[in-house]
């Protein structure tokens, strides 16, 4: 009979010639478990989704809800359905008063898409400012804005007048002027292998984008729903971006974006021409149900408040020679070792001892700790046990 792997590796069109390769049959928690009962701690996330865990119970139970209503009824913006503007609802409630608008899409990229297009129509203008070692997907606009040339060259000509500054650097900032539609910018780096900017470089990009009439689009696909210590991460930082961009761990395991404006910004996509932005399944009812479940999940729990303690937690036990620094805020957390060879033999070491992280997109010699908001004292000890080993491992055989 033919496994599973080999049907993995014969038909599912391949992105890697490393793929991890790891077969998971259920997963509950922060558990995800193999077709022979291998148990792993789930110390990623799946990339910043299962904020609040796989499979909570009360998603589950609003996804069964929805299914014995509606599926797909119609593309997004003609219907009126419950799901979709109870989660809008919901979102801006959570949102200062100017953001009041909720766009609900497929994926992070595609909320990208949205957000830039969004800015050409309000500014009539078309250059947008990113940031060097900046991931915001994989389509062509969002490919544009990475800040990572090797993954773009095979794929020119993309978007014009694109420009990079680097993250964080106050200086830089000066390079935005009238020109530009848009800076697009994560709150909290996270492909960079986690970097954070200073409260006082968030108030001069917030200036700077005013006095230029340029929209400051702020990419929280990652650091949103809770990850941070906060709902969003730019509640650390006092500063209201003029797009807030989420997707990931909005849908509770489901796929969902959103990109939320000003309902005047918002506006601008209704008229000359309509339609201007147009999806199909944006705002999948199932999905914006699993939304609304896991963001009531989130409220009614204490898992955000906990975070700064838990985050804290995980500095204190991840104390060994090898590593060189730890970088990040909340679950958001980045281990630099000293090289990729390194990084991916502790890795794989934590792996076959069934605790799962990686590396960044463009930090390969960083090891990647973003578990799932829900995870317990007693599991954090269990990964750094696991991470302490291997490093140890990895340090005496190299
Ligand atoms: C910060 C950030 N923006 C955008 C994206 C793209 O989201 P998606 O994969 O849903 O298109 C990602 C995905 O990793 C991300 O981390």
Redesign the pocket.
């Known amino acids: 009979m033919i496994s599973n792997r080999q049907l993995f590796l014969s038909y599912n069109a391949q992105t890697t010639e490393m793929p991890l390769l790891i077969e998971i049959e259920r997963a509950e928690g922060v558990y995800m478990y193999g077709p022979n009962d291998e148990k792993y701690l789930d110390l990623i996330s799946g990339?910043?989704v299962s904020n609040i865990g796989h499979r909570n119970r009360e998603v589950i139970n609003a996804i069964n809800e929805q299914a014995e209503k509606y599926l797909h009824l119609m593309v997004y913006g003609e219907y009126v359905q419950s799901p979709q503007l109870q989660l809008a609802n919901e979102l801006c409630k959570m949102l200062p008063d100017t953001l009041d608008s909720v766009y609900l899409v497929n994926?992070?990229?595609e909320a990208?898409e949205g957000a830039m297009k969004l800015a050409k129509r309000v500014t009539g203008k078309y250059n947008i400012m990113a940031c060097k070692n900046s991931?915001?997907?994989?389509t062509q606009g969002?490919l544009s804005i990475m800040g990572n040339e090797e993954y773009k060259d095979a794929y020119r000509p993309l978007l014009p007048g694109i420009n990079f500054i680097e993250f964080g650097n106050i200086d830089d900032i000066d390079k935005i002027d009238k020109s530009y539609a848009a800076v697009v910018i994560?709150c909290i780096q996270?492909?960079s292998g986690i970097n954070l900017a200073s409260k006082d470089y968030w108030q001069k990009l917030r200036k700077k984008c005013d006095d230029n009439c340029c929209l400051l689009i702020l990419?929280e696909?990652?650091s949103g729903m809770g990850r941070t210590g906060k709902y969003f991460a730019f509640e650390h930082y006092d500063f209201v971006p003029d797009v807030l961009v989420l997707?990931?761990a909005l849908g509770a395991g489901l796929p969902i974006?959103a990109f939320i404006a000003n309902r005047k910004l918002m506006h601008t996509l209704t008229n000359n021409p309509i339609l201007g932005h147009i999806t199909t399944f944006g705002g999948h009812p199932l999905s914006c149900a699993a939304a609304l479940a896991g963001i009531k999940f989130l409220k009614d729990s204490k898992l955000i408040q906990e975070i700064e303690r838990k985050h804290q937690l995980f500095r204190s036990l991840l104390i060994h020679k090898s590593i060189k620094e730890i970088r990040g805020i909340g679950f958001m957390l980045a281990i630099q070792l000293e090289s990729f060879e390194f990084n991916k033999k502790v890795i794989d070491e934590c792996i076959a001892n069934g605790v799962i992280t990686d590396w960044f997109l463009h930090c390969s010699d960083a090891m990647r700790i973003a578990p799932p908001l829900i995870i317990s004292d007693d599991e954090i000890r269990l990964a750094c046990e696991v991470i302490l080993k291997a490093l140890d491992k990895v340090t005496i055989n190299s």
């Open positions: 990339i910043g994926s992070g990229a990208i991931y915001h997907g994989s969002a994560e996270g492909e990419d696909i990652q997707a990931k974006g």
